[in-house]
């Protein structure tokens, strides 16, 4: 639709400043209240015309009964909208149905401030600054436990049968309890699936990593659908190797080169950082594991006055390592060069320094699933080179990988 030259120019022969477009009396709350209302008496008349066609209507004199006020919230501010009523009291309009108080999209905008780690006290400020509307607390309280009902939803979905690569991450958040804060754990699943495309599993709190946690996180992921995971790539966590051993028993745990090199950069200078992840790469792109021992003996030749916490690192878990060396060059890359789960956890961490705590857990698995939903709307495309790598797990895991 195009709008009439002569017709712009007659809203806006009055403009003098920003405030006369955007302001609490502006021409687009005026604009956006009278196309509103109209639509409304539109919806009316197809409703009456409607009942009239109608071979046995109760009432066929039905007609307009005036007006009633009400109050909705939206981008321009609050407006009083005036809807039409009919004389039997069947018409129920779709544009703004009965007992809404907010505009369509008024509801996401709470929750996108939510998911960028607002709390409560910041997001009424904030709807109050940019829209000129005061919301409360208990109605961000309730838009936002509408989530918990989604989550759940997600959280028990039906997933695929194989997943060529699992990683499994963890982040601290601190959460009020008997009148004290205390550090939980809330573990992540990212898969990459056949398509080689990022998924997020499943969220799990926990106080305490154990053997007996992870079976029941695995167990789970079973009863859902997964039969099959032929790489788990895990963070040093405790229990997991056994719980994996009983749930998927075929399945290769490798420690996450991903979070081994993050680590050891945590202990490096800024202006070392380069040099040494370039040194930590000649350990991890070795073609072989005899290869990757002698890297990481230069490595300590090099670096060990200065961090010599790295090589520790990296020897202390070389057990956990090795199994990285017998995969072909394809699906080594498929494994290290994914920043999925890097970025994943930047944007986590931007979320919760918003957060000194959470009163309940479900406020931070809220909190947390709706992060994690807008990060995922940009996991559209494969990871890079996934058909060589696809190729190669068709290879390495024949028997097992679907025909």
């Given at each position: 639709?195009?709008f009439?030259p002569?017709?712009?120019?007659?809203l806006?022969k009055?403009y003098?400043?920003?405030?006369?477009?955007?302001?609490?009396?502006?021409?687009?709350k005026?604009?956006s209240?009278?196309l509103?209302?109209?639509?409304l008496n539109?919806e009316?008349e197809?409703?009456?015309?409607?009942?009239?066609l109608?071979?046995?209507?109760?009432?066929?004199k039905?007609?307009?009964?005036?007006?009633s006020?009400?109050?909705v919230?939206?981008e321009?501010?609050?407006?009083?909208?005036?809807?039409?009523?009919?004389r039997?009291g069947?018409?129920a309009?779709?544009?703004?149905?009965?007992?809404?108080?907010?505009?369509?999209?008024f509801?996401?905008?709470?929750l996108?401030?939510?998911a960028?780690?607002?709390?409560t006290?910041d997001i009424?400020?904030?709807?109050?600054?940019l829209y000129?509307?005061?919301?409360?607390?208990?109605l961000?309280?309730?838009?936002?436990?509408?989530?918990?009902v989604?989550?759940?939803?997600w959280?028990n979905?039906?997933?695929?049968?194989i997943?060529?690569?699992?990683y499994f991450?963890?982040?601290?958040?601190?959460v009020r309890?008997e009148?004290r804060v205390?550090?939980?754990a809330?573990h992540?699943?990212?898969g990459?699936?056949?398509?080689g495309?990022?998924e997020?599993?499943?969220?799990w709190m926990t106080q305490n990593?154990s053997?007996?946690?992870?079976?029941?996180?695995?167990?789970?992921?079973q009863n859902r659908g997964?039969k099959?995971?032929?790489?788990a790539?895990?963070?040093g966590l405790?229990?997991f190797p056994?719980?994996?051993?009983?749930?998927?028993?075929r399945?290769?745990?490798?420690?996450?080169i991903?979070?081994l090199?993050?680590?050891?950069l945590?202990?490096v200078s800024y202006?070392?950082?380069?040099?040494v992840?370039?040194?930590?790469?000649?350990?991890?792109s070795?073609a072989?594991?005899?290869e990757?021992?002698?890297a990481?003996?230069?490595f300590?030749?090099?670096?060990d006055?200065q961090y010599?916490m790295i090589s520790k690192?990296?020897?202390?878990?070389?057990?956990?390592?090795i199994?990285f060396?017998?995969?072909?060059?394809d699906i080594?890359k498929?494994?290290y060069?994914?920043?999925?789960?890097?970025?994943?956890?930047?944007t986590?961490?931007?979320?919760?320094?918003?957060h000194?705590?959470f009163p309940?857990d479900e406020?931070?698995?809220?909190?947390?699933y709706?992060?994690?939903?807008?990060?995922?709307?940009k996991?559209t495309?494969?990871i890079?080179?996934w058909?060589?790598?696809l190729n190669r797990?068709?290879?390495e895991?024949?028997?097992?990988?679907p025909?």
């Amino acid at each position: 639709m195009t709008f009439r030259p002569e017709l712009i120019d007659e809203l806006l022969k009055d403009y003098r400043n920003p405030s006369d477009l955007m302001g609490e009396g502006g021409i687009f709350k005026q604009l956006s209240k009278a196309l509103i209302e109209r639509c409304l008496n539109a919806e009316l008349e197809t409703h009456l015309a409607e009942e009239r066609l109608e071979p046995e209507a109760e009432n066929p004199k039905n007609r307009r009964n005036g007006h009633s006020k009400k109050t909705v919230k939206g981008e321009f501010g609050e407006s009083e909208i005036a809807i039409p009523r009919d004389r039997n009291g069947a018409f129920a309009p779709q544009l703004i149905q009965k007992g809404q108080t907010r505009f369509n999209g008024f509801d996401d905008k709470i929750l996108s401030l939510y998911a960028r780690g607002m709390t409560t006290r910041d997001i009424e400020a904030q709807l109050k600054d940019l829209y000129g509307v005061e919301v409360s607390h208990t109605l961000i309280s309730n838009v936002t436990e509408a989530v918990e009902v989604e989550r759940k939803l997600w959280q028990n979905r039906s997933l695929d049968e194989i997943y060529p690569i699992i990683y499994f991450d963890a982040l601290v958040v601190k959460v009020r309890h008997e009148g004290r804060v205390i550090n939980k754990a809330i573990h992540l699943a990212l898969g990459v699936n056949l398509a080689g495309q990022k998924e997020l599993l499943g969220l799990w709190m926990t106080q305490n990593e154990s053997s007996k946690f992870w079976l029941s996180v695995l167990t789970e992921l079973q009863n859902r659908g997964v039969k099959d995971i032929f790489i788990a790539c895990v963070d040093g966590l405790t229990g997991f190797p056994e719980a994996i051993e009983t749930v998927f028993p075929r399945t290769s745990v490798q420690l996450c080169i991903v979070h081994l090199v993050r680590n050891s950069l945590s202990y490096v200078s800024y202006k070392d950082r380069r040099t040494v992840a370039a040194d930590l790469k000649t350990i991890y792109s070795a073609a072989t594991e005899s290869e990757a021992e002698q890297a990481l003996l230069l490595f300590a030749q090099r670096w060990d006055k200065q961090y010599p916490m790295i090589s520790k690192s990296w020897m202390n878990h070389w057990q956990r390592i090795i199994p990285f060396f017998a995969f072909p060059g394809d699906i080594r890359k498929a494994i290290y060069t994914t920043n999925a789960i890097e970025s994943l956890n930047m944007t986590l961490r931007k979320v919760l320094r918003n957060h000194r705590s959470f009163p309940t857990d479900e406020s931070a698995m809220k909190v947390i699933y709706l992060a994690i939903h807008n990060i995922s709307k940009k996991w559209t495309m494969p990871i890079r080179d996934w058909k060589a790598a696809l190729n190669r797990f068709a290879i390495e895991f024949e028997g097992r990988f679907p025909m």
